[in-house]
């Protein structure tokens, strides 16, 4: 009996039909809503210097160059629609800053890749004494630019300065004024850039470099491949997308220089490193004429969101590719 129920419990356990299988409950509209707010609460710390340092400003400046606003107390601003634009297009002064800091932002974005591009090769080299040369490759990074111009003020000085000095201590020529001639002035400002932006290219080139495989270099050289020809076809492409967005970057802060241009030559000596940031500071502080410095500001922001445009496909690409 009790194996004849056993075998009945067992057919009848087998011919039950399955339970449907549970659902998954979905979240209520009360749930979502109130995850999206608990992730705003969250963001609004930060969010909120961001649009008032940042923000607030660029869109303040945008209206302003829209306007005929002026320095002093009582002064009426008014509208006055495309005026200051119109005024800007016959401004040769000002075309040739834009010049002149198109000339600066390439040519040290251009000597400052190259020149970091080498020292971040030898520091990723197993030598000795390594971390002393890494720490000391940051220090002028670590350093103010208001800093960093003083002291290749004194360095450049034409009388007393150690550079002037080397060079006659050589036999050479050591009388330039290097920041108040006009053929040595832009030139020396670009040296100075590249000194002062080197480190933080450097870095990044550096991590780039760490993440290339050594096993490729390994097979590469195997194969019969020399230092350059491994440089060109393995280490170079790796390091594409970090050259396209240091390189980009570099453009966009050195476009924007101000600090230590404004220090070491305050755009002389006649207006030969007179960059367009100088100019519409002068436009602005010197002179008075806020509304019209602010249309020179964006048609800057303009350029610069033309680099951005740019960057920003690069990085698409890469990550596309």
Known sequence: MTTEAT???VSERETRAPKPPKTPRRKSLGNIGRGGREAWLLVLPALIPVVLFSVYPLVQGILLGFTDAKAGLGQVVTFNGVDNYVK???NELFWNSFRIGLIWAFGVTILQFFAALGLALLLNLDIKFRWLARTLALVPWAMPPVII???WRLMLNPTYGPINGFLRAIGLPG???WLGDFS???PAVIVVGVWAGMPQTTIT?????????ADLHEAAAIDGANALQRFWHITLPALRPVIVAITTLDLIWNFNSFALVYVLTAGGPGGQTMLPMLFAYNEAFRYGNFGYAAAMGNVMVVVIAAFLFFYLRSQARSRLS
């Open 184 to 186: 040595t002035a832009l």
């Open 7 to 9: 075998r009945a419990m």
């Open 149 to 151: 111009a003083i002291m």
């Open 205 to 213: 080139l550096l991590a780039g470099l760490q993440n290339v495989s």
């Open 175 to 177: 009388d330039t004024n």
């Open 88 to 90: 800007l297009l016959g």
